[in-house]
């Protein structure tokens, strides 16, 4: 090959390396990085009786230019334990749902992973189908379900279990039920994609060395499943924090979120920044797991 | 299931605001509350003036005022209720009215407007659309087997006093709240005997503790849900706007329910509201806008409205095209003794605003 036309190849390549990495590049810097920058800018702004409804950060008067950066915001979450409670609140909930999404998922995918490769597309499938009817909907449903005149308490007063309904909707209970089941999928999948690529000479191994069964599970199974038991938590974890529409639906009075607290901030103190300060910080308490999973994984590809 | 549809009427609101594209001659874009019209009133509408209009609906004031407060709404009539509606004023968001194109407004009620003198002085910016109360809806048989046949059901007492909120829970009756500060602190006043428009934070806080004592038995704090919950017959008290509550009276009736649905607007006093028709500052059609309240100041069209939403309109001239059956509900059109005791809630400055929300959630969550 002429140095000519391989240098031209080689530009070519370089080229198209740029395309392929500025595409992901445009599209998290207009819907994720651009609409961040918003939201960071409105919580250091102060609140104002305006369209929109909170002052400018940057004026330029007598040849001055005057730059606002307002962190009152961010204290004021300081001064009510309302907002600290809220996001423990939401960290408490997401964390339960996660643990129990895990003592599902894991027993279910782990079940997928052995069953007959004829099977496991089905299998497969029978996880995925429920998510192709609305979220909404499957959430009415559990409302259907727990309700007092619900399917579980009139068939347990129908077989004379009990006399009057147990209060189960508008509970956390509820709640709890509401997420892990909306977010069993997120945990089932990839724990199912762990263990199904997982080498069964291993455990023949282990098996050949006299290993138990249930011991070959805790030392073989479950370290080589650790990736996918960390994505799926993660799956489960960090939507769950911020969930909205679960806890608006099933929860009760005692259910105290971040998402219902960021929405009565915006929509009925009308106070923008503080409510884009309450997401911020938000945003931050899941860089935390986030970042560790991120350390986690390049350590992984590492070794 | 409010904040669903809030959620989602957001979303159609914002991209809504997106498409907005330029003034059409021939129409004009209304955003109203949902099931706030009736099915003909459009038509009619758009077969006298040959202004077609685009209809949109939502149903909570907070996604109308995030609309609005972000500018450039494409909207050329807006319904927000009064305590949204003042503070929208100062912000700037609508345009004043120009009564020479609105011949009907003589049509209004005096009385009743004399109500929304503090709220917007001689129609400057708006004109009431329908006006209603918030209340308390009960399930008359229910609540008549528990508490007997003297029960206070003219009373806030339903809801604000532990011993019979404690006897109705552990009947079984469930009972709910709206999930609104305005909503339930200033009933908690009123039953108190204070001022329910107090900005006073030791009264605010007098009423969060009264409400903080029958918390425990209110099956919970929503805005929409006990509709549907007190025609199926899952809550049996509700604090709840009179609307709605006519809505889950007819819902529970359609279904053939072995109990009925009662509204009463409590003695010590109730929250009065309107629900303002404004035209946006930045609204493409101006004129078709002022057309289109000037035709719901018609008479006959207010009355045709009224008989279809059940919500009462200010418009004096159209009592005589109402049935008997709608004037003369007390639920509807209160009674000038009830009338006397009612509240219109005003805009606060932020600090109550915010202590109110505070106090409120504290409450709610049980801290």
């Known amino acids: 090959m002429k140095p000519s036309r391989s240098s031209a190849l080689l530009k070519r390549l370089k080229l198209g390396r740029r395309a392929v990495i500025a595409f992901p590049l445009v599209w998290l810097t207009l819907f994720f990085l651009l609409p961040f920058a918003l939201v960071l800018k409105i919580s250091l702004s102060e609140a104002a009786i305006a369209i929109p409804p909170y002052g400018p950060l940057l004026e330029y008067a007598d040849q001055t230019l005057h730059v606002f950066l307002n962190l009152g915001n961010y204290l004021f979450l300081l001064s009510d334990s309302l907002y600290i409670a809220a996001y423990w609140g939401s960290v408490k909930t997401a964390f339960i749902a996660t643990v129990a999404c895990l003592l599902i998922g894991y027993p279910m995918a782990y079940a997928m992973a052995r069953a007959p490769a004829r099977w496991q ?26 309700s007092n005149s619900g399917l579980i308490n009139n068939l347990l007063i129908g077989i004379g279990l ?29 724990l199912y994609a762990h263990l199904t690529r997982m080498d069964n000479s291993l455990l023949e191994a ?20 650790m990736g996918g038991i960390i ?31 960021l929405w009565e901030e915006f929509f009925l103190n009308r106070d923008w920044p503080v409510a884009s300060a309450l997401a911020m910080v938000m945003l931050l308490l899941l860089l935390v797991p986030i970042v560790w999973f991120h350390r986690y994984q390049s350590k992984e590809l590492a070794s | 299931m409010g904040n669903i549809h809030k959620l989602s009427a957001a979303v159609a609101a914002i991209s809504f605001a997106a498409a907005a594209s330029a003034a059409h001659a021939d129409e004009v874009r209304v ?15 758009t077969e006298r003036t040959g202004i077609e209009v685009t209809y949109d609906v939502y149903d909570s004031n907070e996604i109308l005022d995030a609309a609005l407060l972000a500018g450039r709404s494409g909207y050329d009539v807006v319904v927000p209720s009064t305590y949204y509606f003042t503070r929208q004023v100062k912000a700037g968001v609508f345009q004043p009215l120009n009564h020479e194109l609105l011949p009907n407004l003589d049509n209004l009620n005096p009385e009743l407007m004399a109500n929304l003198e503090t709220i917007d002085a001689g129609s400057e910016y708006s004109v009431p659309y329908m006006w209603g109360t918030n209340g308390i809806g009960y399930n008359v048989e229910r609540v008549k087997e528990i508490l007997g046949d003297d029960a206070p059901l003219d009373s806030w007492a339903l809801l ?41 934070i030791d009264d605010i806080e007098a009423a969060g503790e009264l409400i903080a004592s029958v918390r425990d038995d209110m099956t919970y704090f929503h805005s929409s849900r006990y509709v549907s919950d007190l025609a199926n017959g899952d809550i049996c008290v509700a604090a709840g706007y009179s609307g709605d509550v006519f809505q889950a ?22 929250a009065l509201w309107f629900d303002m028709m404004a035209v946006p500052a930045d609204a493409p059609n101006t004129e078709n806008a002022h057309a289109f309240i000037n035709f719901i100041l018609d008479p006959e069209i207010a009355a045709e409205i009224t008989e279809y939403v059940r919500y009462a309109n200010p418009n004096s001239a159209a009592n005589e095209y109402l049935s008997d059956e709608i004037l003369n509900d007390p639920a509807i059109y209160p009674t000038t003794d009830v009338m006397q005791n009612l509240y219109v809630q005003a805009e606060k400055p932020q600090d109550v605003l915010r202590a109110r929300t505070r106090i409120w959630n504290r409450v709610k969550s049980g801290r």
């Not at chain 1, 994505?231 to 998402?259: C, K, Y």
């Not at chain 2, 009276?249 to 053939?256: I, L, M, N, T, V």
């Open chain 2, 249 to 270: 009276a007819a819902r529970a009736e359609e279904a053939g329910r072995d109990f009925s649905i009662g509204y009463s607007i409590p003695k010590e006093g109730a």
């Open chain 2, 31 to 45: 955003f109203n509350w949902s099931d706030y019209i009736a099915p003909e009133t459009l038509e009619k509408f």
């Open chain 1, 121 to 146: 597309l089905l299998l497969l499938l029978l996880v995925m189908l429920p998510s192709w009817t609305s979220f909404l909907i499957r959430v009415y449903v559990w409302m259907g379900i727990l």
């Open chain 1, 206 to 225: 282990a098996a050949d060395l006299g290993s138990r069964k249930i011991n070959t599970f805790i030392k073989v199974t479950l370290p080589l499943s």
């Open chain 2, 160 to 200: 604000f006093d532990p011993e019979i909120t404690g006897a109705l829970s552990e009947a079984g009756c469930g009972l709910s709240m709206l999930d609104s500060a305005d909503e339930m602190l200033s009933p908690a006043m009123a039953y108190l005997g204070l001022d329910p428009l107090s900005e006073n």
């Open chain 1, 162 to 190: 009990i006399d009057s309904p147990l209060r189960m909707m508008n509970t956390q209970f509820a709640v709890t039920i509401g997420i892990v089941y909306a977010y069993l999928p997120f945990m089932v999948l990839p």
């Open chain 1, 231 to 261: 994505a799926g938590s993660m799956l489960v974890f960090i939507p769950a924090v911020g969930e909205f529409v679960i806890p608006e639906l099933l929860g009760g009075p005692d259910t105290l979120m971040i998402g219902k607290v």
